[in-house]
């Protein structure tokens, strides 16, 4: 059984790896920039989850390790030349001048950065619960976004960052969506993921069972920080531009529903729903441009699309709390059992 | 400084810490009920001023009819919020209620986009609220003195509800054991709904003044409000309306302050709030008036 599994399992690989390349020659450069969206949300909202549904905190500060991952990156990538184009108004800081590092050293680092920057934040802020520790992390992802606007000269402020290299592409979005994925599973099979689970459904019984329950929070939150960043920094060289706007609580929001979509706690269901918002979130932009139904043509209004998007977190979280995996994971013995028991019912 | 302008500052503050007061009470009472955060107040805020702004110039009310109107209609739309979005998690858990606050609070704002536009609105501001007094060299517009007595006036009607009639008993009743307040007959729901109702009331009232003194609708006009009231509202430590106020007074004159005393800050107002936050979540988390609670098992 457990042999035919990874066989099984070999084989997805496999046809993920062919789908990959055949989707890297046949799309053009608009589906290709939705597809990395697509991987680059899968890491988000596997990092997001980590925290809100495996560890049982509810953070609201994505986008602030967002912020500090994207900046990172652009400021350590991009070449001096261009530096001094975008920092027009005041000179960069001169550390920073000559800088032009590869991508990998340069992800890693912003990684770390919002790692470290999460570290720093989680002994304050993990002292507090629920709404509070909600409201706290919202509150820092707001300060990093309101200091990155004003520090002219480390980060050109309100202007923002353009002309960011196009390294992103579906080797390294999908690349590090996948090494997500594997150490999500890893991470959570581990001893370290049955604690986390265990401070989620009691904090106090968990520290009984002797769990360091605040060790656990803070390595939990750094963790989920050093996706963070890293996303957004494969967020910013794909879009080319990055500023600080760009991180307002609209993004920790998108990443949320996604959380929420795919069943709060659960790796496949974030997998799926962050695929499955980011196709959605491009095809309901026909709601917002006119459609032409022949005999009379619809108006399109926009925003439609983002009041589709509030009605649907609202709809899953009234109606049907699990989402769509609830905690579930999938399997194959899973979906054997599932495809025996529509077989044993038959046609009709 | 020369002590003209620091009185205008301080008029200034002192009406900005006023609408921060009136807005910091709804969450406050909504909190200290239903312990949720009600992340779409700040948007009942926007529709109580948007409310005004289409009965003024599309209905062509009078303006002191559409005001009462307008805050009628937003205390029916916030009671509506509640049914919707609150009621049917009531026994759910806390995060799921919060996820739903936050759903409702941008699918009010996305809705608004669509059918106000994003384009911004002038709001119509009344002669009497425009009118620049001078006292000796400090000139202030006359609405900066209507909107702190407005709200000592609101409060304490509001005080007085909440301490002196049997309604207001009751919201105290459910705010201290919701269980046993249930098994005393009290109905539950009927008193979140007014709750609810007096919280969007005052929300809408804080609404049309800030339209009035910031004469600009947008309708993501009530997120930096919302989140910065809620902040007054622990500062003060949440639950309690005097700490509501107190909070939002503290953090309208701090704000204003800071800035007229080192302008050079003026780019950091937005995280102010969130420092001061963060700051007495740590020192004091239960907030300057409010009362520690244990955990319990």
Known sequence: MKRKNSVLSFAGVVFCLLLLLLFNKTFDSYKMRIFNLCAIYITLGLSLNLVNGFTGLFSLGHAGFMAVGAYTCALLTLSPANKEMNFFLQPILPFLANTEWPFFPALLVSGLCAAIIGFLIAAPVLRLKDDYLAIATLGFSEIIRVIFTNTQRLTNGALGLKGLPNYTNVWWSWGVAALTIVFMIRLMRGSYGKALKSI??????????????????????????????????????????????????????NILLIVVLGGIGSITGTVIAAIVVTVLMEVLRVLDSSIDFGLFVMKGIPGLRMVIFSALLMAVILFYQRGLMGTNEFSWDSLGKRLRRIKKRGPK | ????????????????????????????????????????????????????????????????????????????????????????????????????????????????????GGRPKAFPVPDIFGKVIHLGTVSIVSVTFIIPIITLIFLFILLFIINKTKTGMAMRAVSTDYEAARLMAIDVNKIISITFGIGSFLAAVGGIMWGLKYPQLLPLMGLMPGLKCFIAAVVGGIGNIKGAVLGGFILGLSEIMIIAFLPSLTGYRDAFAFILLIIILLVRPSGLLGQSQMEKV
């Open chain 1, 200 to 253: 989620r459904e009691d904090e106090i019984a968990a520290e009984a069972m002797g769990i360091d329950v605040f060790r656990h929070k803070v390595i939990s939150f750094t963790i989920s920080s050093f996706f963070a960043g890293i996303g957004g920094a494969l967020l910013g060289h794909l879009l080319g531009t990055i500023d600080p706007l760009m991180f307002r609580f609209l993004l920790t929001f």
């Open chain 2, 1 to 116: 400084m020369s002590i003209q302008i620091f009185f205008q500052h301080l008029a200034n503050a002192i009406s900005l810490g006023s609408l921060y007061a009136l807005i910091a009470i709804g969450y406050t009472m909504v909190y200290g009920i239903l312990r949720l955060i009600n992340f779409a107040h700040g948007d009942i805020f926007m529709i109580g001023a948007y409310f005004t702004f289409y009965l003024v110039t599309m209905f062509l009310m009078p303006w002191g009819v559409a005001f009462i109107v307008a805050a009628g209609l937003t205390c029916m739309f916030g009671i509506a919020v509640e049914r919707v979005a609150y009621r049917p998690l009531r026994d759910y858990p806390r995060i799921s209620v919060m996820i739903s606050a936050i759903g409702a609070s941008f699918f009010i704002e996305n809705l608004a986009i669509v059918i106000f």
